[in-house]
């Protein structure tokens, strides 16, 4: 399978429990994902390691790692600034976990969407892996990181105004994934990405009229101005945008595990919550663009 390995940057599941982990809007239907052409996967790697690199110089890529000992597989838990694959944030995110001196490979759990347009070879060259029963079992059989970002498109297409909300949307099967094979939720937060275009709206109210939510399990649509589309609908997110050079903050918080007789749905809520206060200490004083 296609893998993210930290030192170059990259479901039959394990039991009927852990497919009930995976959020639904997350499911790809049984079976192998169709090959994909070996040259757009190593585009999409080279596109990955110029992204990261893209954000440590661009966006003056900050990485702050509070004490924590990754000895054994974890679940990284992170929040979307704006857009999908070319979500600043992802980027970021590869930069911390680099920073970190991980060696251990990671699998980054990522929306069928791309799949579903014919982009997956090169999501799987960013490091990406459609959630489905096989992806997850090939990753724990091979004793691999997972990634996650719970609030998927709510997340991802914020309005500008809620930039620096996490919107997870009462998902909470990434607590169920990690309680029932006993992994370490490692919360890693990105702030600023959000400044990098205008999010004038995220769109829910049109989606849900066009249906998007039934037909491509999308649940917005944002309207955007952005370089060098202007207004826009939609496209901005799914498609690279040139962005403005707002400073990205990125914080990797200490290892949580649940506590004794604490509901996946608990647990989930509390990630949420530190998640949140974290961004929060870290925009309180914050200046748009300049960080």
């Given at each position: 399978m296609s893998k993210l390995l930290l030192d170059r940057p990259d479901t039959e599941l394990l039991d009927a429990a852990l497919l009930e982990a995976l959020d639904e809007d997350l499911r790809l239907p049984d079976g192998e994902p169709p090959a994909e052409p070996e040259a757009?996967?190593?585009a999409g790697m080279v596109l990955r390691r110029v992204c990261i690199e893209f954000v440590r110089r661009y966006h003056r890529l900050e990485v702050q790692v509070e004490p924590g000992v990754l000895d054994r597989p974890?679940?990284?838990?992170?929040?979307?600034?704006?857009?999908?694959?070319?979500?600043?944030?992802?980027?970021?995110?590869?930069?911390?976990?680099?920073q970190m001196g991980v060696t251990r490979p990671v699998t980054a759990l990522a929306?069928?969407?791309?799949?579903?347009?014919?982009?997956?070879?090169?999501?799987?060259g960013l490091g990406c892996?459609?959630?489905?029963?096989?992806?997850?079992?090939?990753?724990?059989a091979a004793g691999h990181h997972l990634l996650v970002l719970p609030g998927g498109d709510l997340d991802a297409f914020k309005s500008y105004k809620d930039r620096n909300r996490i919107v997870f949307g009462g998902r909470s099967g990434f607590a169920r994934l990690a309680m029932e094979h006993d992994l370490q939720i490692v919360p890693i937060v990105?702030?600023?990405?959000?400044?990098?275009?205008l999010a004038l709206s995220s769109g829910q109210r049109?989606?849900?009229?066009?249906?998007?939510?039934?037909?491509?399990?999308?649940?917005a649509l944002p309207i955007s101005v952005s370089v060098p589309?202007?207004?826009?609908?939609?496209?901005?997110?799914?498609?690279?945008?040139?962005?403005?050079?707002?400073?990205?903050?990125?914080?990797?918080?200490?290892?949580?595990v649940p506590a004794e007789g604490e509901t996946s749905d608990a647990f989930?809520?509390?990630?949420?919550?530190?998640?949140?206060?974290?961004?929060?200490?870290?925009?309180?004083?914050?200046?748009?663009?300049?960080?």
């Open positions: 757009a996967n190593a974890v679940l990284f838990v992170a929040n979307h600034g704006f857009g999908g694959l070319f979500d600043l944030n992802v980027f970021a995110v590869g930069a911390a976990i680099e929306h069928q969407f791309s799949w579903t347009v014919g982009l997956g070879a090169l999501a799987e892996r459609p959630a489905s029963r096989d992806s997850a079992r090939e990753a724990f990105t702030a600023g990405a959000g400044e990098s275009l049109l989606a849900r009229a066009l249906k998007l939510d039934k037909t491509l399990r999308l649940k589309w202007g207004l826009n609908i939609g496209a901005v997110g799914l498609l690279p945008y040139v962005p403005l050079p707002t400073k990205l903050s990125t914080r990797v918080l200490a290892p949580m989930a809520e509390r990630v949420q919550s530190a998640m949140q206060k974290s961004l929060t200490d870290m925009t309180k004083n914050r200046r748009p663009f300049l960080g």
